[in-house]
């Protein structure tokens, strides 16, 4: 079946620090790849996404490249703040996935801390 | 601008006791969905609709029931709580535009459950 795998966390950065968040993931069809993002005590909002290769879906700095070659997903920002403290999850959905395409499949979540 | 709202917020139950999380969403959405997050595990379906008076089994689905009898709202029931029901539960919704599967999904801010 489908999978995410993200890179374990937490990650601390100093701010102003350069951000990479790897994910790579394996799918059955041709997949649409998403970041989530989750405050302390919120719900998961979208950050980015992207439905083809070679996009690079973009938001508030941060950006990700769908790479169908090497099946990743890679998150990057050049200077991360404090207010980026957040768990970061990366996500798929596929056309082909199990009973129907409308699930998406998680990443376990990183666990970013930027200190001032 | 409410978008999805969960109720409750925070509740604690013993075991055998059943309750019901109530899930609504004002956008208009087809889609709706439930999820746990656990520790280390990432957000996890548990069943998940497709429209009104339509709902299927997610990746997690045993010791859960769900209801949606109204396009808007999404009732997600445990019958008779266990300890491994803690958690906290996640609603989400979304838009059926074309192809369903790369269409982000919208989150509540969750609700904590804990099951002495």
Known sequence: ?116 | NAGVTQTPKFRVLKTGQSMTLLCAQDMNHEYMYWYRQDPGMGLRLIHYSVGEGTTAKGEVPDGYNVSRLKKQNFLLGLESAAPSQTSVYFCASSYQKGQAYNQPQHFGDGTRLSIL
């Open chain 1, 1 to 116: 079946g489908d999978s995410v795998t993200q890179m374990e966390g937490p990650v601390t950065l100093s701010e102003e620090a350069f951000l990479t968040i790897n994910c790579t993931y394996t799918a059955t069809g041709y997949p649409s790849l998403f970041w989530y993002v989750q405050y302390p005590g919120e719900g998961l909002q979208l950050l980015l996404k992207a439905t083809k290769a070679d996009d690079k879906g973009s938001n508030k700095g941060f950006e990700a490249t769908y790479r169908k070659e090497t099946t990743s997903f890679h998150l990057e920002k050049g200077s991360v703040q404090v207010s980026d403290s957040a768990v970061y999850f990366c996500a798929l959905s596929d056309e082909y996935s199990g009973a129907g395409s409308y699930q998406l499949t998680f990443g376990k979540g990183t666990k970013l801390s930027v200190i001032p």
